[in-house]
T-cell receptor
Framework: GQQVMQIPQYQHVQEGEDFTTYCNSS?????IQWYKQRPGGHPVFLIQ?????EVKKQKRLTFQFGEAKKNSSLHITATQTTDVGTYFC??????????FGKGTRLHILP | NAGVMQNPRHLVRRRGQEARLRCSPM?????VYWYRQLPEEGLKFMVY????????ESGMPKERFSAEFPKEGPSILRIQQVVRGDSAAYFC?????????????FGDGTRLSIL
């Protein structure tokens, strides 16, 4: 069946360093969504990408959707302690289903 | 503008009891999703409902688990005869519009603990 894989599973970065998480699908996606979950909190919708090759920015966050619509990335520039949390991608595929990746847990070292 | 409301926030049950988790979607949203999350793990899809209809329950165990979204009132996730393995955080999300590709807005979750 359709799968959405996210790497890495964990990432420790020094505050101020950059961070990237990658999302790969076994099938072509209709869209990709990104969510952030703070420790002890609930997932919060960040953004949705729909077009092939689309790039969107939110302050220090840059989201990309691959040309083949099978992969995506989230890049954070100059991480801050407020960036701590788990970042999930969710791929929209056939049957209108959204499949969540297992997430990348970001830890910031002061 | 109230978001997705889930209650209770924490629920403790003994093995064999029933657990009822409630979810009121955002105003204007008629699509509700339930997810289960174990500590340090991802979100596992359980069920997708619209008003009075179950659209997709492929992620929900066939036994002991049921969900409903009545015409009036919140969506209910019901777990009968709970076992230790049911301990988890259960998140509800709602969306506007058709299909599951709409952005989902999550509630704070219900943390279920089985003694």
């Amino acid at each position: 069946g359709q799968q959405v894989m996210q790497i890495p599973q964990y990432q420790h970065v020094q505050e101020g360093e950059d961070f990237t998480t990658y999302c790969n699908s076994s099938t072509t996606l209709s869209n990709i969504q990104w969510y952030k979950q703070r420790p002890g909190g609930h997932p919060v919708f960040l953004i949705q990408l729909v077009k092939s090759g689309e790039v969107k920015k939110q302050k220090r966050l840059t989201f990309q959707f691959g040309e083949a619509k099978k992969n995506s990335s989230l890049h954070i520039t100059a991480t801050q302690t407020t960036d701590v949390g788990t970042y999930f991608c969710a791929g929209g595929g056939r049957d209108d289903k959204i499949i969540f990746g297992k997430g990348t847990r970001l830890h910031i070292l002061p | 503008n109230a978001g997705v409301m889930q209650n209770p926030r924490h629920l403790v049950r003994r093995r064999g009891q029933e657990a009822r988790l409630r979810c009121s979607p955002m105003k204007g949203h008629s699509h509700v999703y339930w997810y289960r999350q174990l500590p340090e793990e991802g979100l596992k899809f359980m069920v997708y409902l619209q008003k009075e209809n179950i659209i997709d329950e492929s992620g929900m165990p066939k036994e002991r688990f049921s969900a409903e979204f009545p015409k009036e009132g919140p969506s209910i996730l019901r777990i009968q005869q709970v076992v230790r393995g049911d301990s988890a955080a259960y998140f509800c999300a709602s969306s506007l519009g058709t299909g599951m590709n709409q952005p989902q807005h999550f509630g704070d979750g219900t943390r279920l603990s089985i003694l």
